[in-house]
C-alpha cells in the first residue's frame, strides 16, 4: 500500500506510544520516515515499509500553501 504523505502531516498509527498517544507528526521523508509523538516529543526513525503495515489512518494533512498562486493570475 502507497501512501502519499507530506512533512507536517499528522498520522495515527495502530499501536499506542508508551506515552499514552497514538498521533505523530511527519517531520522526515525518504526511504525512513522520521516521526515526533505528539504527546512527548519523542523522534522516531522507521523504515517506510514498517511504517506503511503500522499506519492506521491520516489524521490531518499538512497546510499546502499557496503554491498554486502561478495559476491564479489574470492574463
Not at 9 to 35: N, Y
Not at 40 to 45: P, S, T
Amino acid at each position: 500500500m502507497y501512501v502519499e504523505l507530506n512533512l507536517g502531516d499528522i498520522v495515527q498509527m495502530r499501536k499506542q506510544h508508551p506515552c499514552g498517544s497514538f498521533e505523530w507528526e511527519i517531520v522526515r521523508l525518504g526511504t525512513d520516515i522520521g516521526m515526533v509523538c505528539r504527546g512527548c516529543q519523542r523522534r522516531v526513525l522507521l523504515p517506510r515499509g514498517t511504517f506503511n503495515k503500522r499506519l492506521k489512518k491520516i489524521v490531518k494533512k499538512a497546510d499546502a500553501g499557496s503554491g498554486s498562486s502561478a495559476l491564479n493570475r489574470e492574463h
